[in-house]
Structure formats: structure tokens, C-alpha cells
T-cell receptor, first 111, second 112 residues
Framework: QKEVEQDPGPLSVPEGAIVSLNCTYS??????FMWYRQYSRKGPELLMY????GNKEDGRFTAQVDKSSKYISLFIRDSQPSDSATYLC???????????FGTGTQLKVEL | NAGVMQNPRHLVRRRGQEARLRCSPM?????VYWYRQLPEEGLKFMVY????????ESGMPKERFSAEFPKEGPSILRIQQVVRGDSAAYFC??????????FGSGTQLSVL
């Protein structure tokens, strides 16, 4: 069993839709959770960083962590074609940068 | 301020050859991480280095793989006697102490 599980998609939505991306994890020691965006042939770019359970909002993006169910989510409001990318969830135990990633969900936002 | 620079972007090797991947961290960053992305799999941690020190190499295969981050110059990930299973995208990332990772654009290694 992978420590971080993520549906690979692809997920296709119309422009303006609300997108929900999700991951589950199995390691109870994970305390820090991240969402990265990766465009084709590029490196991952950090979108959201959260500690423990709760919500964090940044513009059109909201990250949620529910440690009781080991579930992490990313919501994108008013999705744009430029949001089309692969979204990777990641987790770590001690706040360092040795991250455990999910396999990524490919998102396509269509005009 | 240039980002994390990796070269080459694409590297083709025949089985049994050596592959050397280079990474120059962002200016002011002294921590370098290497991750590997295999097809259909997520990014997997390989090694964490600081200048002249390997801090954590728990993700490195036991044989054929080595990494260094010398006092001067880029970090190098070296793969000896490459096999087809080494074909992947190799990403380098850098950070300062306690700060987020910045990733390079990766080196795509293809082993023929």
C-alpha cells in the first residue's frame, strides 16, 4: 500500500467550475501537507502548505486536511484553462523537505 | 534570481554507460534534494545533501547511484552502468533552512 494515494484522473471540467482534488494517506506520523502543481515538462511548484488538520485559503485555492480520516483535499474555485496541469499532494512528518508524494491527478479545464 | 538549474534537460544513454546529472541550486540555498519520477508513479525522494555532506540518502538505490554537493560547483547525481529501469525524470530541488522547496525543470533520462 502506498503511503499517499491519489486518483490519477484525468479530470476534465468546464471553465468556471469548482474542482475538488483528493488524496488519502496511511502514515499517522504525517503532520505537514502540501499541494504542488506541475505543468508538462516542468518541475513541481508549491501551491499550498498546511500543518495538521484544518483549512487554508489562498485566492481561488483552498486546502483541507482531516487527520481523523487521513484525507486531504484541494479545491479550486472559478477554474481557468491555465489551471490545466497535474496536481500532486505530498506529506511529511517533521516539517522538513523529505516529502512523500501521491502519483498526481491530471486536470484539464476546457473552454 | 535564477531558479534551480538542471542540465542536461534530456540525456540519452545506452545500457552500461554512466549518467551524470547536474543541479545548481537557487542563489543562497545550501540544501539540495534529488527526487525521481518514474512513469505512472509519483515523485520519490532519493537523497538530501548540504555542502560537502550527505544528510539523508535513504531513498537512494544501494548500488550504482551516488550523489555529491561539493563546496564549489553544482550537485551531481551519478548513475553508473545504467539499465532500462533507470529511465525516468530526475528532479533537483533546493531550499534554505526550514523553507519550502523550489524544484528545477528536471532531467529526462532515457536508457536505450
Amino acid at each position: 500500500q502506498k503511503e499517499v494515494e491519489q486518483d490519477p484522473g484525468p479530470l476534465s471540467v468546464p471553465e468556471g467550475a469548482i474542482v475538488s482534488l483528493n488524496c488519502t494517506y496511511s502514515n499517522s506520523a504525517f503532520q505537514y501537507f502540501m499541494w504542488y502543481r506541475q505543468y508538462s515538462r516542468k518541475g513541481p511548484e508549491l501551491l499550498m502548505y498546511t500543518y495538521s488538520s484544518g483549512n487554508k485559503e489562498d485566492g481561488r485555492f483552498t486546502a483541507q486536511v482531516d487527520k481523523s480520516s487521513k484525507y486531504i483535499s484541494l479545491f479550486i474555485r472559478d477554474s481557468q484553462p491555465s489551471d490545466s496541469a497535474t496536481y500532486l499532494c505530498a506529506a511529511t512528518t517533521g516539517g522538513g523537505n523529505k516529502l512523500t508524494f501521491g502519483t498526481g491527478t491530471q486536470l484539464k479545464v476546457e473552454l | 534570481n535564477a531558479g534551480v538549474m538542471q542540465n542536461p534537460r534530456h540525456l540519452v544513454r545506452r545500457r552500461g554507460q554512466e549518467a551524470r546529472l547536474r543541479c545548481s541550486p537557487m542563489k543562497g540555498h545550501s540544501h539540495v534534494y534529488w527526487y525521481r519520477q518514474l512513469p505512472e508513479e509519483g515523485l520519490k525522494f532519493m537523497v538530501y545533501l548540504q555542502k560537502e555532506n550527505i544528510i539523508d540518502e535513504s531513498g537512494m538505490p544501494k548500488e550504482r547511484f551516488s550523489a555529491e554537493f561539493p563546496k564549489e560547483g553544482p550537485s551531481i547525481l551519478r548513475i553508473q552502468q545504467v539499465v532500462r529501469g533507470d529511465s525516468a525524470a530526475y528532479f533537483c530541488a533546493s531550499s534554505t533552512v526550514g523553507e519550502k522547496l523550489f524544484f528545477g525543470s528536471g532531467t529526462q533520462l532515457s536508457v536505450l
